[in-house]
């Protein structure tokens, strides 16, 4: 895996704030007049993306990003190609992205309408929504057996919204009890305070895999509110979100798409070799064969 100039990072994120808010050039056009390509990379967001070291990350979402990259040089006839990345948060990777600080972003991003208004996205490579994390002894598995019964969320969390909403809905008064964070909530659910964690399969699917006894959890229940991920590019943008998309497409069509989602969702990650243990959903699956790039369901 290319990491060149990882350690740069900090001072391309500064120079944002300088450069126009509108990149003239189209992405492959920009790419090869600068002979490089700058792409985005999270720092913790495990297993998609997050960095070793100052100068390596890795991850499911590194790993779709360099082969999209191989594509790039390949369609541009640049093999030495030179590949800059660059950190972003999720308060800044639409605004970096859409001002030409980078180039690609293939993270843990939602594909949403309201983001549609400001960039373009691939097709959808992960679909993520609240579950359950619960003891294997307390009996529940499903939402039902949550009635009138403490469940810990994050505060301010999209689950917390969704598992009030669901509750007011199926009349189950359940009694949410907010976390600070997620090692918080997950302490609750440890010490017996609440019956059940509510988040994102894949922080649950983490979370186990980290806690004390991984043995004695269990991810539960339906998947509520599905969100897609998809890798970000400008918008307006026809020939690049071809080639990203033909990609993305290549890899399932191949298999190669399965194969590295078992590395990182099913096998052991570093830097510690923990495994998460997370089997693909039902939507990506079906994804594998629709290839949609439509925003959230």
């Keep these: 895996m290319n990491n060149n100039n990882l350690s740069t990072a900090a001072l391309m994120v500064a120079a944002a704030t300088a450069m126009p808010l509108v990149c003239e050039a189209q992405t ?7 002979d490089k390509i700058t792409v985005s990379y999270r720092d913790a967001a495990v297993p998609f993306s997050y960095a070793l070291s100052p100068t390596r990350a890795v991850g499911f979402s590194v790993d779709l990003t360099d082969a999209i990259v191989d594509d790039v040089r390949v369609k541009l006839k640049k093999p030495n190609l030179e590949v800059v990345r660059i950190p972003v948060t999720g308060q800044n990777r639409i ?28 097709i ?13 002894t307390s009996n529940v598995k499903s939402y039902a057996d ?3 019964k403490p469940v810990a969320t994050a505060a301010g969390s999209t689950n917390e919204k969704v598992l009030r909403k669901y509750s007011t809905d199926n009349n189950l008064d359940i009694q949410v009890v907010l976390g600070k964070d997620y090692g918080d ?8 305070r609440v019956v059940a964690l509510a988040l994102d399969d894949v922080l649950l699917f983490g979370l186990r895999a980290n806690s004390k006894n ?13 969100e897609p991920y998809g890798c970000m ?30 590395k990182w969702f099913e096998s052991p990650i570093p830097p510690k070799g923990v495994v998460l243990g997370m089997p693909m959903s039902k939507q990506l699956k079906a994804n ?10």
């Design 214 to 226: 991984p043995a004695s959890l269990e991810v539960v229940g339906e998947t509520l509110q599905v």
């Design 146 to 148: 949550l009635a009138k």
């Design 288 to 297: 594998l064969k629709a290839m949609s790039d439509k925003p959230e369901f």
């Design 95 to 122: 605004t970096l992205l859409a001002n030409g600080t980078y180039d690609l972003e293939c993270g843990s991003t939602t594909n949403t309408a309201a983001r549609g208004k400001e960039v373009t996205f691939s």
């Design 28 to 34: 492959l056009e920009k790419i090869a007049a600068s």
């Design 124 to 136: 959808s490579h992960f679909y993520t929504g609240t579950r359950l994390l619960a003891k294997t």
């Design 233 to 262: 590019l400008r918008k307006d943008d026809p020939e690049f979100k071809k080639l990203v998309d033909g990609s993305i497409a290549r890899l399932m069509k191949s298999g190669e798409f399965t194969r590295l989602y078992a």
């Design 185 to 192: 909530s997950l302490q609750m659910l440890e010490e017996d």
